[in-house]
């Protein structure tokens, strides 16, 4: 084929031999097919063709989630940052200041640290930020993030020591959006799969009967006793050397 349309049926060398008579290449467009589908058309005028196209894809899928998501482009990114571990006051005042930021338009990037926690409680964690603001936003590459924090977690001991290896956090691109579309938002099926319960009921994922001895996964409140200072310590084995030798 060239640009008026389909020329016919060549050999090989036919074909080659009337791209060097008009002055262009031939470039396979689909192998896939007997004979094979080529068109007359010059290397680098193809190329720049193709990313004509590619651009246009590019700019329909971003105005497509330009209509889809209601923020305007030139409103800031904000930040929250969460761990694992934090208490229920902690956790109810940056839920309200992420929905302070989501209902300005702006988009916000919540970072859910890992720590020493294990993986499902930062899963269940940001299961539970995402259900806070399920009426006004809703996540955007969800499963990429989940991706990411997977690829963290595996990641060889040897990278993380020489801190090489992605952080261990599960970060939530939180995107303000209509109620209707927000509404119409699911989590995956398998990102509500079987796991720990932290905290109060989710709504929206823990609407069904808990068993009896759900409460034994619960959040249990941070441990504010750290243990007994050096000091102490110290102190306790000087009192009990006191104690053997009078014995």
């Known amino acids: 084929v060239d640009g008026a349309g389909l020329v016919g049926d060549f050999m090989l060398s036919e074909a080659l031999a009337l791209a060097g008579r008009r002055g262009t290449d031939l470039v396979v467009l689909s192998g896939a097919v007997d004979p094979p589908l080529c068109r007359l058309v010059a290397v680098a005028e193809y190329r720049e063709e193709l990313d004509h196209k590619a651009a246009a894809v590019n700019e329909r899928s971003r105005e497509r989630k330009l209509r889809e998501f209601s ?6 990114v904000k930040g929250m940052r969460f761990t694992a571990t934090i208490d229920e006051h902690d956790l109810e005042r940056k839920v309200n200041q992420i929905r302070a930021f989501l209902e300005k338009g702006h988009r916000v990037e919540a970072r859910v640290l890992q720590g020493r926690s294990p993986p499902e409680d930062v899963l269940d964690l940001g299961l539970r930020i995402i259900a806070e603001i399920r009426d006004i936003a809703k996540p955007e590459f969800l499963e990429e993030s989940l991706r990411e924090l997977r690829a963290a977690i595996n990641s060889p001991k040897s990278l993380k020591r020489a801190g090489k290896a992605p952080p261990d956090e599960l970060r939530l691109r939180l995107w303000p959006c209509t109620p209707e579309q927000a509404a119409a938002f699911t989590l995956p099926a398998n990102i509500v799969g ?21 409460w034994k996964l619960n959040r249990k409140p941070r441990n504010r006793n750290k243990g007994w200072k050096p000091h102490d310590l110290r102190r306790m084995a000087e009192v009990a050397e006191a104690a053997e030798v009078d014995e």
């Open 194 to 214: 079987p796991r720990r319960r932290r905290g109060p009921a989710i709504a929206g994922l823990d609407d069904g009967e808990q068993p009896e001895d759900a």
């Open 71 to 76: 923020f305007d482009p030139a409103m800031k």
